[in-house]
């Protein structure tokens, strides 16, 4: 899985307004000028279209890995105060609402949501909420979408004990994440030739999302997969069949 292609969309990110590769302004004549500003920003728009759509060039997208360990998360949490946004009036309730919003807004499908409910310091050690807070934070969840699984509860003041369970909470949420991520890419493995390039993509991402998982099984049955169809093709003297889905 060593044969990845350059893609303009995994480099560092670069101003909205400049171009991967800039352009000549040294050719004399406008419409010269014009022409060549044309054909490079075409250029430039059927990389970003070959980092999207496949990888013509290779088995993954650079940066695929380090994307998906690093930069790509399988769960987000927002985390409300019980003092301002869920007793602290209608401000505080409004500013909730808003942060769920332009999280939901802005996760990527497929990535688990959670709502933690954080304890101030002074509040009374398993004091539940009053039923005016409970209902507020039942209404934030029912707008979050979350499950009721995941909206929980944070003290800061019982030694850790609730922050081991909201991170066992995440963690499920995380492993769901992934244990669904590696079905998909295991349906696409299943209608592709055995010794394509993209049957080495979908195996490797299958091993790769059922080792998050925590699959170890699934994880080596994939990797192996992967390893046997670069064997085919180098005993086939060349690479299989390029393209398909760079996410």
Not at 58 to 81: Q, Y
Not at 200 to 210: E, G, L, M
Request: hydrophobic fraction near 40%.
């Amino acid at each position: 899985a060593a044969r990845a292609k350059s893609s303009t969309r995994e480099q560092a990110p670069a101003p909205a307004t400049s171009a991967a590769h800039p352009l000549d302004g040294g050719v004399s004549g406008a419409a010269d000028s014009a022409t060549q500003q044309q054909q490079q920003q075409q250029q430039v728009e059927r990389q970003h279209s070959h980092g999207k759509k496949g990888c013509p060039d290779g088995i993954l997208p650079a940066g695929w890995l380090d994307k998906h360990n690093a930069r790509r998360p399988a769960a987000v949490c927002v985390l409300l105060s019980t003092a301002s946004a869920l007793a602290g009036g209608p401000a505080g309730y409004q500013a909730a609402q808003a942060a769920i919003d332009s999280v939901k807004a802005s996760k990527r499908d497929g990535v688990r949501m959670a709502l933690c409910a954080v304890r101030d310091e002074g509040a009374a050690e398993g004091a539940q909420l009053d039923p005016s807070a409970a209902e507020m934070l039942t209404n934030l969840r029912r707008r979050a979408d979350v499950d009721v699984r995941l909206c929980f509860s944070l003290s800061l003041t019982d030694g850790g004990e609730s922050a081991a369970s909201a991170a066992d909470v995440l963690a499920g949420a995380a492993r769901t994440h992934y244990e669904e991520a590696a079905r998909r890419t295991r349906g696409a493995l299943a209608r592709q030739a055995s010794t394509s390039d993209r049957a080495v993509r979908y195996a490797i991402k299958t091993a790769h999302y059922a080792e998050y998982a925590g699959d170890l099984a699934s994880a080596t049955k994939y990797w192996a997969a992967a390893y046997s169809a670069l064997e085919g093709q180098r005993s086939r003297g060349g690479a299989g069949s390029a393209g398909g889905s760079g996410g």
